[in-house]
């Protein structure tokens, strides 16, 4: 059975400063994985997906790096914005096409 | 506007009861789902439907009951053997399930809260 994990639950630091969000799961053979964005009591937004054969995939801001025979995804986020505040989840796509998400991290942006 | 509608945002139900969470998506897209999420928890997955007419379970169908009537709706049903429901409700759709278009897409959910 898949198991993500997603540490520190919670993380904090002052504007400008670039945020590593760390994933990684126990089932190396996945299809791919997806990170997303989550506000308090709203749904998911989807960030970055990256399939399986790729390292990384960007946006803005926004890198993701996959690596998977050590099990990890790394979620950058450059110059971190008060707005950037959120719980970021990220979760695997196994070859079954199931998703397995982990808990997330709750990042605060300090102005 | 593409995107998909969840109802009601906010849902309180009293012991004994069922109730129906409602999910509308008008992406054209052929797969749905549905997950709870409890705090400090990733989401679990309830039911997911790939076709119209056709669901499956979920690991933690227990509880629940779906339909699939239309493309565009996928309906959940709390019923009363769910002993513990108060949680998050999050509706999912993307293009396929499986293939290179699974890409999920969510809903802004639905806070059940049991009296």
């Known amino acids: 059975k898949q198991e993500v994990t997603q540490i520190p639950a919670a993380l904090s630091v002052p504007e400008g400063e670039n945020l590593v969000l760390n994933c990684s799961f126990t089932d190396s053979a996945i299809y791919n994985l997806q990170w997303f964005r989550q506000d308090p009591g709203k749904g998911l937004t989807s960030l970055l997906l990256i399939q399986s054969s790729q390292r990384e995939q960007t946006s803005g801001r926004l890198n993701a790096s996959l690596d998977k025979s050590s099990g990890r995804s790394t979620l950058y986020i450059a110059a971190s914005q008060p707005g950037d505040s959120a719980t970021y989840l990220c979760?695997?796509?196994?070859?079954?096409?199931?998703?397995?998400f982990g808990a997330g991290t709750t990042v605060t942006v300090r102005a | 506007d593409g995107g998909i509608t969840q109802s009601p945002k906010y849902l309180f139900r009293k012991e004994g009861q069922n109730v129906t969470l409602s999910c509308e998506q008008n992406l054209n897209h052929d797969a749905m789902y549905w997950y709870r999420q409890d705090p400090g928890q990733g989401l679990r997955l309830i039911y997911y439907?790939?076709?119209?007419?056709?669901?499956q379970k979920g690991d933690i169908a227990e509880g629940y009951s779906v339909s699939r009537e239309k493309k565009e709706s996928f309906p959940l049903t709390v019923t009363s053997a769910q002993k513990n429901p108060t949680a998050f409700y999050l509706c999912?759709?993307?293009?396929?399930?499986?293939?290179?278009?699974?890409?999920?897409?969510f809903g802004p959910g639905t806070r059940l809260t049991v009296l």
């Open positions: 979760a695997a796509t196994s070859n079954d096409y199931k998703l397995s």
């Open positions: 999912a759709s993307s293009i396929e399930r499986q293939g290179i278009y699974n890409e999920q897409f």
């Open positions: 439907s790939q076709i119209v007419n056709d669901f």
